[in-house]
């Protein structure tokens, strides 16, 4: 017996996945960006730290 709340979806099933995937790898730049910046600025505020101990 066919779900009476099941509504046809307008998206082939393959295009519903291709743009799953783009937008799982675009979260997976984003993120890695994420990271570098993180890494990258503690970096930096430990540099400063020893620039400014030095003083």
Same mark, same amino acid.
């Given at each position: ?26 979260e997976?730049?984003? @993120?890695?960006? /994420? $990271?570098i910046?993180?890494?990258?600025? &503690? @970096?930096?505020? /430990? $540099? ?5 101990? &030095?003083?």
């Amino acid at each position: 017996m066919p779900n009476p709340f099941e509504v046809a979806s307008p998206f082939d099933e393959a295009q519903a996945l291709e743009t799953l995937i783009d937008v799982l790898a675009e979260e997976v730049i984003d @993120a890695r960006s /994420s $990271e570098i910046n993180a890494r990258r600025a &503690a @970096a930096e505020h /430990s $540099e400063n730290l020893r620039l400014a101990r &030095a003083l």
